[in-house]
């Protein structure tokens, strides 16, 4: 926005995404404001960048449909003043129509074929680096794969169950909307579950018990998604896997083609609530358009699990200096002893 900013005219100012404009208005800002200043990033004296997420009526309005693509122009920006010296338009104090919204293409991804197995190392460089391949039209570098629990009743062991009753709880929170396309799982149970919207009676044969979100949530925050402080502490039970930058390993989002490349990368020890967590359970993998969204896509299942060749080294530690090396110190204390007895005679 225009205009000489400093805290006090700032402080208080919310900008959000509004159907039309008559729904500019107080209604528009209930509850806290989820727009956010980016100081860092702004000229004070000339102008002040907001970053502003996208509401999920907006996302539904910008999704390519089957038969072409298409924009709903009629959204437009809402701003509320800081102050009530601000000037009013329409006759709401402190509101403002900022203008019209065009949205870029919503992206399309491919829902994936096989379980992406992530290896994480303890012993030694701790951390996981896995590279994420997703079949993607219209991904940008500000999209985001993340791998993020599931949290199924305690009873429920089978993993394939796990996946099944997290594909149905996505299903019902539109967590798979029509931009994730199920070519590679046609006539199969997860096509099924999601065309019955995660219905009950798609769930024939299955004995866990339903989830009561879809796992593809992501709680809001200053940082959004980015919020590597948080993931740094383990304070988010997920694995935040960012776009490859050109001339990397893999494809990145900027090439031709159709595959998106993500990096999930950390130098971090996982703590032992998230060990317990993501061994020997399924976890899902969700698409983020943006680090700001707070509801993500299921496009595809993780295997969070140790890393074999870490666990060789551990092994390989433990077997030396617990086994090899006691053996050969005992057996060098038997020849001296030997020595020693034959020395005497």
């Not at 994420?132 to 305690?154: G, H, K």
């Amino acid at each position: 926005l225009p205009g000489q900013w400093r805290d006090e005219n700032a402080t208080g100012a919310c900008i959000a995404i509004v159907p039309r404009r008559a729904a500019c208005g107080p209604a528009a800002f209930r509850g806290p404001c989820k727009s956010r200043a980016m100081w860092a990033n702004s000229d004070p004296d000339r102008f002040l960048r907001f970053a502003v997420p996208r509401p999920p009526f907006s996302m539904a309005a910008a999704a390519p449909s089957r038969h072409g693509a298409g924009v709903d122009e009629s959204h437009v920006l809402c701003f509320r003043a800081a102050g009530p010296s601000t000037p009013t338009q329409d006759g709401r104090p402190g509101m403002s129509v900022l203008g019209p919204l065009r949205y870029f293409p919503q992206p399309a991804v491919q829902f994936m074929r096989s379980v992406t197995r992530v290896g994480v190392r303890t012993f030694l460089n701790p951390g996981w680096r896995q590279v994420v391949e997703l079949e993607c039209t219209n991904c940008s570098d500000q999209s985001r794969i993340v791998v993020q629990p599931i949290l199924p009743d305690a009873r429920c062991r089978d993993m394939a169950q796990q996946s099944l009753v997290a594909v149905a709880a996505a299903a019902r929170d539109g967590q798979v909307p029509e931009n994730v396309d199920l070519a590679h799982h046609r006539n199969s149970k997860v096509e099924e579950i999601i065309r019955n919207r995660g219905a009950q009676n798609a769930l024939s044969g299955v004995t866990c018990m339903p989830l009561e979100h879809g796992p593809c949530t992501q709680a809001p925050s200053s940082s959004g998604i980015d919020d590597i402080d948080a993931e740094a502490k383990g304070e988010v039970l997920s694995m935040v896997g960012r776009p490859l930058v050109a001339g990397s390993e893999g494809p990145s989002v900027a090439a031709p083609t159709t595959t998106a490349a993500f990096l999930l990368q950390s130098g971090r020890r996982l703590l032992a609530k998230e060990r317990q967590t993501f061994f020997h359970h399924r976890s899902a993998l969700c698409f983020y358009p943006t680090p700001s969204s707070t509801e993500g896509w299921l496009v595809g299942f993780a295997a969070v699990q140790m890393d074999g060749p870490d666990m060789q080294a551990f092994i390989g530690f433990v077997c030396f200096f617990g086994v090899a090396l006691p053996l050969i110190c005992l057996v060098s204390a038997l020849l001296h002893y030997n020595k020693y007895e034959q020395c005497k005679q």
